[in-house]
C-alpha cells in the first residue's frame, strides 16, 4: 500500500493538472464564502479602512468580465510558454528531462494561479443583481477579486523570468545535478532492517547461499513496468512474520518482464499465493523511471545531456564539461559514505532480506563510460 501511494504521489506532484486544480477548487470556495460574509465585511473596511469597491452593478460586471476575459487569455499564453519550453528541452537537451519541467512548481502555482483569479471572478460576477428591488453588489468580494488581478500581474512578471532563466542549459543542469545529490542524501540514510551504512553486517555462510539458490522459489511478477518503489519495511515484517528469506531479484531503475521474478523465497515450501501477493503489493510499477528511489534516473539524464553536447550536430563541450562537473560532485558526496549492505537482518539477528545494492564503481561507470566513449568520438 505505501508504494502505490508513493507512486501516486510521484505521479501528481509531476503534473500541470493537480496543483492548479487545488487552487482552482480554493478560489471556488472563497468566492462562496466572501459572497456571504460580503455585506459585513464591506461595511467594517470602509468604517475603518476605507478599502472597498464602490461602484454600482455595472461597474462591477464590468470589471469583473475583464479581469475574467484577461486571466483565461493570459493561462492560454502561460500554456503555450510552458510547451515551448518543454519543446526546447525535449529537442535539445533530451526527452528524458520533460519531467523535470513538469514537476517545477512555480510552473504549477503560475497555471493555478491565472485559473482560479478566472474561476474566482466568474462566480462573484454571477451574484451580481441589477434589479432595484433585488439590487445587490458585492463590494469586498469585487475589491478581493481587483487585488487577485493586480497579484497575476507581477505574477505574470516572474514567470517571464522563470521561463527565461529555466530553459538555459547550464540551469537545468545544475537542477538535475541538485535532485541526484538529494537523491544520495535521502537513499543512502534509508535502510532495511539493520543493514545500515556504518554497521558492519557480515555475509551468510557459502553452504546457506548454495542452499538457497537450490530450495527459493521465484516470485514472478505480475506486469511490465519500470520498477519505481520498493517497500523495504514491508517486505522485511513480511519475511519475520513467514520466517522466510527475501532476495529481490530487481531494484529501483530495472525493467520488468510480466511472469518473469521479482524476488527469490526461502524456504521455498513456505510460499503461499497469499505471500506472492503481499510481495507483490511491495513492488510499484510504472511506464517511466522516477528519481524516488532510483540513483542511477539522475546520472542518466546528466549523462545524457553530455552526450547529445558532444554530438557532432551540437558540439557543445562546455555543457558537457559542466555535466561532468555535477557529476564529481555528486560522486564526491557519495564517496564520503558507506555503501549499505546488501544483507538486512531483524531486531534478533537474523537474516531476512537480501537486496541488490549499487556500489560506488558501479555508479561511477555509469556517469563517466559513455561520456568518455562520446568524448573520444567527438576527438576522432
Known amino acids: 500500500m505505501r ?8 505521479r501528481i506532484r509531476s503534473s500541470f493538472w493537480f ?6 477548487g ?17 461595511d467594517w473596511l470602509t468604517l475603518n479602512w476605507g478599502l472597498s469597491f464602490t461602484g454600482g452593478a455595472e461597474g462591477a460586471s464590468s470589471l469583473l468580465g475583464a479581469i475574467a476575459g484577461s486571466m483565461i487569455t493570459i493561462a492560454g499564453v502561460v500554456f503555450s510558454m510552458t510547451l515551448v519550453a518543454l519543446s526546447l528541452a525535449s529537442s535539445q537537451l533530451g526527452p528524458g528531462l520533460i519531467r523535470n519541467f513538469m514537476i517545477d512548481t512555480p510552473t504549477q502555482v503560475v497555471l493555478g494561479t491565472f485559473v482560479a483569479t478566472f474561476l474566482y471572478c466568474l462566480l462573484v460576477l454571477r451574484t451580481i443583481r441589477r434589479a432595484e428591488e433585488i439590487l445587490f453588489v458585492p463590494h469586498f468580494s469585487v475589491a478581493l477579486g481587483v487585488l487577485f ?17 529555466s530553459i538555459q542549459a547550464n540551469e537545468i543542469v545544475a537542477r538535475v545535478g541538485k535532485e ?9 540514510l534509508e535502510t532495511i532492517g539493520r543493514g545500515a551504512p556504518r554497521i558492519p553486517t557480515g555475509p551468510p555462510d557459502a553452504d546457506f547461499l548454495d542452499t538457497f539458490d537450490r530450495e527459493a522459489r521465484p516470485i514472478s511478477s505480475a506486469c511490465d513496468g519500470y520498477l519505481q518503489f ?27 518482464v510480466a ?42 539524464q546528466l ?66 563510460n559513455q561520456i568518455r566513449q562520446y568524448g573520444r568520438r567527438a576527438l576522432l
Open 3 to 10: 508504494v502505490q501511494i508513493f507512486k501516486a504521489w510521484d
Open 149 to 165: 488581478a493586480v497579484v497575476s500581474v507581477g505574477v505574470l512578471i516572474y514567470f517571464i523570468h522563470h521561463v527565461s532563466v
Open 180 to 188: 541526484l545529490i538529494e537523491g544520495i542524501e535521502r537513499l543512502f
Open 259 to 300: 511472469a518473469r521474478p521479482l524476488a527469490l523465497v526461502w524456504p521455498g515450501n513456505r510460499v503461499t499465493d497469499q505471500l506472492m501477493d503481499r510481495v507483490n503489493a511491495a513492488f510499484a510499477l510504472g511506464n517511466q523511471r522516477t528519481s524516488g528511489q532510483d540513483i542511477e534516473f539522475a546520472v542518466n
Open 230 to 256: 520498493i517497500d523495504g519495511d514491508a517486505l522485511m515484517a513480511l519475511a519475520m512474520q513467514e520466517d522466510v528469506v527475501i532476495r529481490l531479484e530487481r531494484r529501483p531503475g530495472h525493467y520488468v
Open 303 to 368: 549523462v545524457e545531456i553530455a552526450i547529445r553536447a558532444l554530438s557532432l550536430g551540437v558540439n557543445d563541450p562546455y555543457t558537457a564539461m559542466t555535466c561532468v562537473d555535477h557529476l564529481g560532485s555528486a560522486l564526491c558526496r557519495l564517496a564520503q559514505r558507506d555503501m549499505p549492505s546488501p544483507y538486512r537482518h531483524d531486531t534478533r539477528d537474523q537474516l531476512r532480506v537480501i537486496t541488490p545494492v549499487f556500489t560506488f564503481p558501479d555508479v561511477t561507470d555509469v556517469a563517466f
Open 19 to 24: 496543483l492548479p486544480a487545488v487552487m482552482a
Open 26 to 42: 480554493g478560489a471556488m470556495v472563497l468566492a462562496f464564502v466572501t459572497v456571504a460574509l460580503d455585506t459585513q465585511v464591506t
